[in-house]
């Protein structure tokens, strides 16, 4: 199974909202990733999470927490977001570690508008 | 300086023909991986193939093939017998050092169309 799954497939929210993203993997991976993609942009790597510890914070506003509760699961929450915050955002994960397999496998991501 | 660049923002292709798409890269580390990502009009972003830097030969994966030129750093897509289905946005990335959790950059991308 290299299935990773995302919820919600779609989200509006306002400005002044508190939402939550939610990735789930069941592959064993100990890598999590955060990404946030503009249309016919390249994904910009946010947060990633390896054995569950944050290791990389890309200098992202404090309105996006992440959150990894397990080696499963992992959530960003949403807060004050701002209409340019509007954006596919994908999740991915790993193996991790120095050994095993170096690809990540995204989700189908969450498009979120911002209103 | 851009770490990955993919110089061709579009590219068409007849069905059934072989197409390369272009990823120039630029790091100092002596260890780094290459990877090929495709995301169709759903977003999706599916693996295609993976180069290690210290690998030996070429990496192939069904139709896909990375033609690694190390010392050009270089590391094109292959993509032989095009199918409808090939149409999408194909995005080159790099991850440098040895650990599997670190940071990867990626392309532009490059849209490839494939022609009926």
């Known amino acids: 199974d290299t299935e990773v799954t995302q919820t919600p497939k779609h989200l509006v929210m306002g400005m002044t909202n508190k939402k939550s993203l939610k990735c789930e993997q069941h592959m064993g991976h100990r890598a999590m990733y955060w990404y946030k993609q503009k249309a016919k942009k390249p994904p910009e790597l946010m947060f990633v999470y390896s054995y569950e510890k944050l290791s990389i914070n890309e200098s992202v506003p404090s309105r996006f927490s992440p959150e990894c509760p397990n080696s499963s699961l992992l959530n960003l929450h949403l807060h004050a977001l701002q209409p340019e915050d509007s954006a596919l955002y994908l999740c991915?994960?790993?193996?991790?570690?120095?050994?095993?397999?170096?690809?990540?496998?995204f989700g189908p991501g969450t498009r979120l508008t911002v209103t | 300086a851009q770490k990955i660049t993919q110089t061709q923002p579009g590219m068409f292709v007849q069905e059934k023909e072989a197409v390369t798409l272009d990823c120039t890269y630029d790091?100092?580390?002596?260890?780094?991986?290459l990877f090929w990502y495709k995301q169709p009009s759903s977003g999706e972003m599916i693996f295609l193939i993976y180069?290690?830097?210290?690998?030996?030969q070429n990496a192939t994966e069904g139709r896909y093939s990375l033609n690694f030129q190390k010392a050009r750093k270089s590391a094109n897509l292959v993509i032989s017998a095009s199918q409808l289905g090939d149409s999408a946005m194909y995005f080159c990335?790099?991850?440098?050092?040895?650990?599997?959790?670190?940071?990867?950059?990626f392309g532009d991308g490059t849209t490839l169309t494939v022609k009926p």
């Open positions: 991915a994960s790993s193996q991790g570690g120095r050994i095993g397999g170096v690809e990540q496998y």
């Open positions: 790091t100092s580390d002596p260890s780094y991986g």
């Open positions: 990335a790099m991850r440098e050092g040895n650990t599997n959790a670190g940071k990867s950059t």
């Open positions: 180069q290690g830097s210290y690998d030996q």
